[in-house]
């Protein structure tokens, strides 16, 4: 693998230098760029908080990627050193995030009507339901395809993708191919009347295939072997029609039956299904947005026998708000591919100027509810072993007798002069830690934040945050207070702490002093860090707690 890196490597350069004297010819100039991206701990231990003991003095997670463009021909490729990776991330089995090299390089040149890439890269049909390969450095995900894929627009609102790979399992690419197309047009390109009356129509479908070797030893029972599906299909249909301030998102997938390991329902022959409705309205000052989601047995991945988030072919959003303030965002929300129903809806509203309730400068006001719930089961399963079964059945619009996660956002942002501002915060929650985490019940929780700043002069800005998590449940209550002072136009410098006011009575306190030039950012720290999940997209990793000494530095060119 290491050896073939290594000429796919040189091949790139050589073609880069190529790409040098041609456009040198031709006075065609090439334009380099990329980013240094270096996260470290000096560990230590903390019996309190329950750290780990590592046997490396500090550990990092560590990357570079350098690109290089040109009017036709692009390259580009990433360094990555994870061989002592940040806690949490070598928690898969076998460690397998350790490592450092080159998995990441491609060639990619584009025309006016077209483009091809060789070499790994990222893609997305639709929404994600039967395909999204992306980068969260944050969730240590990056399952990107190596491979080819071309993308041709042979008319005016015309685009078909085309592409095949393997996908990349950390520091591997899993043998299942991974092949697709994807059709979009986007009607109004074709009619002058929709464009002047602001109206735009598109209309796609995908495919995706996945051929995994069906010869492989799953076991119904000590003499029964199941016979695997060597090729499993994925389509989408969507729709999405903006008129004016309106927009309307319909979409529709479907899989085959694909046996896969999976926690509730291991090996199952049941098809996929999930569909989605999203209504949008926006005009200065208001905006709403209504969303409904049903999903059931869409996991989809490049490895039946493995339960991991980078072999996941598919994504299927959360309809929950990200959460950004700390408290609210320590019980999140992981999306249910064994199926669920999911509903969201949000307000946003400007009280004007110079009223009653918009006062001097205006008021912001934001509401989001969010409701997810479990689909209707009737297991199908022969003695309590749903292996080679179908699973169970569920009829579409039946609810389970499970809520997975509920929660109510207010927010109010409000300017009081030209050097103070705040922003207040109330969030009810319901939390099914149980099917989020494994175990744990249902979790009820109100979270209060206030979120001040204040401008002390023309250099020189303080922020606090003061947060109040309230429940019965779990570990009982927490409080957060944050300062955050920012002088202009190189220094912040920031101290918390989060206390644990119920069971724990712990405190996890952090200090950071952080420095830009330019391109360059430097951030030093110490503290402490609470185990929990780190979400995004509704997709979760568990973070286990740490302590210690922290630097991180970023650099863009």
Not at 264 to 293: D, H, W
Not at 383 to 395: C, E, I, L, Q, V
Not at 481 to 507: A, Q
Not at 526 to 541: F, K
Request: net charge neutral; proline share 3%.
């Amino acid at each position: 693998m290491k050896r073939k890196l290594i000429l796919t490597l040189a091949a790139t350069l050589a073609t880069t230098a190529l790409m040098a004297q041609e456009n040198n010819n031709n006075d065609d100039k090439i334009t380099l760029s990329g980013s240094i991206q270096s996260d470290v701990i000096i560990p230590q231990e903390d019996k309190k908080i329950g750290t780990e003991k590592y046997s490396e003095w500090a550990l990092t997670n560590t990357y570079a990627d350098i690109a290089a463009r040109s009017r036709h021909i692009d390259a580009g490729l990433r360094f990555e050193f994870t061989k002592h990776p940040l806690p949490g991330y070598a928690a898969a089995p076998e460690e397998r995030f350790k490592g450092y090299g080159v998995p990441n390089f491609y060639l990619k040149t584009h025309f006016d009507n077209w483009d091809l890439t060789i070499g790994t890269f990222y893609e997305q049909f639709g929404s994600g339901f039967i395909l999204r390969t992306y980068e969260e450095r944050s969730l240590g995900i990056d399952n990107s395809l190596l491979g080819g894929r071309f993308v041709v627009r042979p008319v005016k609102g015309v685009q078909v993708k085309a592409l095949a790979g393997k996908q990349r399992h950390y520091w591997k690419w899993n043998d299942a191919w991974i092949s697709g197309g994807d059709l979009e047009l986007s009607v109004d390109q074709w009619f002058r009347r929709m464009q002047e009356a602001n109206t735009y129509l598109t209309l796609g479908a995908s495919w995706v295939n996945k051929y995994e070797s069906p010869n492989e030893d799953i076991m119904v029972d000590p003499t029964h072997k199941l016979r695997l599906p060597g090729n499993v299909n994925a389509f989408d249909l969507r729709t999405n029609l903006q008129a004016g301030n309106f927009n309307v998102l319909a979409e529709y997938a479907w899989k085959t039956d694909d046996p896969s390991y999976d926690r509730l329902y291991p090996y199952i022959y049941r098809n996929g299904t999930v569909a989605m409705l999203s209504t949008s309205y926006s005009k200065r000052g208001l905006s709403v947005l209504l969303q409904a989601k049903r999903s059931d047995n869409m996991t989809f991945r490049s490895d039946r026998n493995v339960y991991g988030l980078s072999s996941n072919i598919n994504n299927l959003p959360a309809f929950t708000t990200e959460q950004t303030y700390a408290l609210a965002a320590l019980y999140p929300y992981a999306t249910q591919p064994n199926g669920e129903w999911a509903y969201q809806a949000e307000l946003g509203y400007t009280f004007k100027r110079n009223t009653l309730l918009g006062g001097k400068y205006g008021t912001n006001l934001k509401v989001n509810f969010s409701h997810i719930h479990s689909i209707n089961r009737n297991d199908h399963s022969v003695d309590g072993n749903p292996r080679g079964t179908s699973g169970y059945g569920s009829a579409f619009w039946k609810w389970g007798d499970q809520t997975y996660y509920q929660d109510l956002n207010i927010h109010l942002n409000k300017k009081f002069s030209r050097v103070f501002s705040l922003n207040l915060m109330y969030m009810n929650q319901f939390y099914n830690k149980s099917v989020v985490e494994g175990e744990g019940g249902m979790v009820h929780s109100d979270i209060m934040v206030a979120d001040a700043k204040y401008r002390i002069n023309r250099k020189m800005t303080l922020r606090g945050e003061a947060q109040y998590l309230a429940t019965d449940e779990d570990e009982g209550d927490w409080m957060f207070g944050l300062l955050e002072l920012s002088i202009l136009p190189n220094w912040m410098i920031t101290v918390s702490d989060m206390y644990n006011n119920g069971e724990s009575k712990l405190h996890y306190y952090q200090g950071l002093v952080t420095f830009n030039a330019g391109a360059h950012r430097l951030q030093l720290g110490y503290g402490r860090t609470r185990a929990g999940y780190n979400c995004s997209g509704g997709v979760c990793r568990y973070v286990p707690a740490s302590k210690g000494f922290t630097i991180s530095y970023n650099y863009n060119f």
